[in-house]
């Protein structure tokens, strides 16, 4: 078996003004996503994921990726990985970074290839269940008045969610004050996390762990700058709150650099961001030896979290996996199939590969083209 052709799709969806979230880049109003395909020559093809600038992504895989593995065997991935990053890919793009979100995608489609020549769905391919459904909590929790921020969290604990996350690192008397009220309208044994996304300095991310470990938060979540592996060693020295790191490192490289330093207590690798599946898998055996656990970023589309539930499902180092609740199409129309969450768990597709099948309405209703990036970088430029 060959490798004929790889190629990448874009996605983006609007959300609409009810279903837009306040982060720290600003107002969402768009979703999207980089699918990539890999064709072969006997009519199998795989399906990866890219979270990433769609653009860059599309030129590294057609101009450094493609001509480097079209002809291979899908099959060898271990020879794909090293044709594709050791020998050709990394001096172009790096060792970190959107080349390897590129290779991502790459990855996760060349596994989907061998589950669906085997005829087994990625979790036996992975080496079978440790769980048959894996606890999932929400993120879904963005700054507003405390009381509105409670209400929210309260219908989450309704529906079974095993946890919910809030996003901090704004301003820290605010962030303390809807911790406190979701921690009172939970009540002191559900499960609340809580996400900075880098918005701390070491000065104020002290405050806020000393804050937060009184309230009871299960993590703090990306603190600091996600390079400042002495920072988040301090903050997990000096406080009683949990350290939690992952979604922006690429390659179990990165990893090991925290776990070496102290500076962690969960582990946060992204399928599609982090290096594929192959490296996950390299991040899970030093999560078992070192005896961190693992809990998926899952923010994207509907292909990244169904790897994401394979994943879950078959490590043992997996304890909770994330789930972004927020308004988004690409997760929730994108299969035929679409994945789905029961009582705070999910579990994976029993068909081979990833085991789903994307619906083309989905995909032509959600296609967007280099014409459409010019477009909208124009009427950015103009509203400024």
């Not at 820290?172 to 939970?186: C, F, G, P, Y």
């Not at 000096?238 to 490289?253: D, F, Q, R, Y």
């Not at 705070?344 to 959600?366: H, Q, S, V, Y």
Request: proline share 4%; with cysteine; charged share 25%.
């Amino acid at each position: 078996m060959k490798i004929t052709e790889v190629k990448t799709r874009r996605l983006r969806a609007a959300i609409p003004q009810e279903g837009q979230v306040f982060s720290r880049s600003g107002v969402r109003n768009y979703r999207s996503t980089t699918l990539v395909q890999i064709d072969t020559d006997e009519g199998v093809s795989g399906l990866g994921s890219c979270s990433g600038n769609g653009e860059l992504i599309e030129f590294i895989v057609a101009k450094i990726l493609s001509p480097l593995i079209v002809g291979m065997d899908p099959t060898r991935i271990d020879e794909v990985w090293e044709q594709a990053y050791v020998r050709g890919g990394h001096k172009e793009f790096g060792t970190r970074g959107i080349g390897v979100v590129a290779l991502s995608g790459v990855d996760v489609a060349l596994w989907d290839i061998i589950g669906k020549i085997r005829g087994l769905p990625l979790y036996q391919i992975l080496g079978g269940k440790c769980r048959d459904k894996v606890p999932v909590y929400a993120t879904a929790l963005y700054p507003e008045k405390p009381s509105t921020v409670a209400k929210k969290a309260r219908l989450f604990a309704d529906q079974g969610f095993q946890g919910v996350k809030i996003k901090v690192g704004f301003d820290l008397d605010q962030d303390i004050e809807i911790v406190r009220a979701v921690r009172k309208e939970l009540g002191r044994d559900f499960i609340v996390m809580t996400d900075a996304n880098q918005g701390y300095t070491v000065d104020v991310g002290l405050k806020a762990a000393e804050a937060f470990a009184d309230i009871g938060v299960f993590w703090l979540e990306e603190p600091l700058f996600a390079d400042d592996i002495a920072g988040h060693a301090q903050l997990r020295e000096k406080t009683e709150v949990p350290i939690a790191v992952g979604e922006n490192l690429h390659m179990c490289s990165a990893f090991e650099n925290f776990v070496a330093r102290q500076a962690v207590d969960f582990l946060q690798p992204d399928v599609a961001r982090a290096g594929g599946i192959t490296e996950i898998r390299k991040i899970a055996a030093l999560a078992a030896e070192h005896r961190v656990p693992l809990s998926f970023h899952t923010w994207g589309d509907a292909v990244a979290l169904a790897a994401s539930v394979h994943l879950s499902a078959a490590m043992p180092e997996c304890t909770v996996m994330e789930l972004d609740y927020t308004y988004n199409p690409l997760r929730a129309e994108l299969l035929r199939q679409p994945l789905k969450v029961e009582n705070g768990f999910m579990a994976p597709p029993d068909k081979p590969g990833l085991g789903i099948e994307l619906d083309a309405d989905a995909l032509a209703r959600f296609a967007f083209s280099g014409v459409e990036e010019l477009a909208v970088r124009q009427k950015a430029l103009t509203a400024r």
